[in-house]
Nanobody, 126 residues
Framework: QVQLVESGGGVVQAGGSLRPSCVAS???????MGWFRRVAGKEDELVAA?????????VYADSVKGRFTISRNNGENTLYLQMNRLRPEDTAVYYC???????????????????WGQGTQVTVSS
């Protein structure tokens, strides 16, 4: 049974940093993985994704490039999202998910699967 458990969200002031993590069981974190964020009334947004295995290609949403970094620790089966220089518009619930890209690995082609965590709330105050 696949389980993804996110943690590490919180409340920070604009300009601050957070590092949510996602611990996986029943699934290898070396799979293609992504972080999404959800705001009520809006579509889910892919924030960052990393391809399969060592050297997996990484893609980011334009809105977070240069501020966020996705990474993983295979030994701990954990996915991370280092979030720096946070802005109020980054406020959302952040989820990790196994992703697929059946038509090619590119930001616009990456899709989530049925494997999601429960999410972790990130709130950035101005």
């Amino acid at each position: 049974q696949v389980q993804l458990v996110e943690s590490g969200g919180g409340v920070v002031q604009a300009g601050g940093s957070l590092r949510p993590s996602c611990v996986a069981s029943g699934l290898s974190i070396s799979s293609p993985m992504g972080w999404f964020r959800r705001v009520a009334g809006k579509e889910d947004e892919l924030v960052a994704a990393i391809g399969r295995g060592d050297g997996g290609i990484i893609v980011y949403a334009d809105s977070v490039k240069g501020r966020f970094t996705i990474s993983r620790n295979n030994g701990e089966n954990t996915l991370y999202l280092q979030m720096n220089r946070l802005r109020p518009e980054d406020t959302a619930v952040y989820y990790c998910s196994k992703v697929i890209a059946p038509t090619g690995w590119a930001y616009s082609r990456i899709k989530s699967t049925d494997y999601w965590g429960q999410g972790t709330q990130v709130t950035v105050s101005s």
